[in-house]
């Protein structure tokens, strides 16, 4: 069994940070520390875009619209990755859901919503 369970989301206000974490359980994360882990986002009406990935060896890729204002890590002591969001703009607003990379269909977790303000 699997299983994603994605925490920290909110609402914040234009310029405001979060940071989310996501913690994985299950027997397919029992080598969490060599699996690829990605954030994903699916805003209002849009399909779930990748966010940013972070390799076992703490190389990371960020899509262009987050690049410079989000951070991701990993803590693979506690099989956890975070997303540090700061700067955050109207148009973060989504359901962020973390997952590996390329993520696996039966691994979505319910996700934690996120709504900037302006």
């Known amino acids: 069994q699997v299983q994603l369970v994605e925490s920290g989301g909110g609402l914040v206000q234009a310029g405001g940070s979060l940071r989310l974490s996501c ?34 060896g703490g190389s990371t890729y960020y899509s262009d619209p987050v690049k410079g204002r989000f951070t991701i890590s990993r803590d693979n002591a506690k099989n956890t990755v975070y997303l540090q969001m700061n700067n955050l703009k109207p148009e973060d607003t989504a359901v962020y859901y973390c997952n590996t990379y390329p993520f696996r269909a039966n691994y979505w977790g319910q996700g934690t919503q996120v709504t900037v303000s302006s």
């Not at 699996?35 to 699916?42: A, D, E, N």
């Open 23 to 56: 913690a994985a359980s299950g027997s397919s994360f029992s080598r969490f520390s060599i699996t690829v882990m990605g954030w994903y986002r699916q805003a209002p009406g849009k399909l779930r875009a990748l966010v940013a990935f972070i390799s076992s």
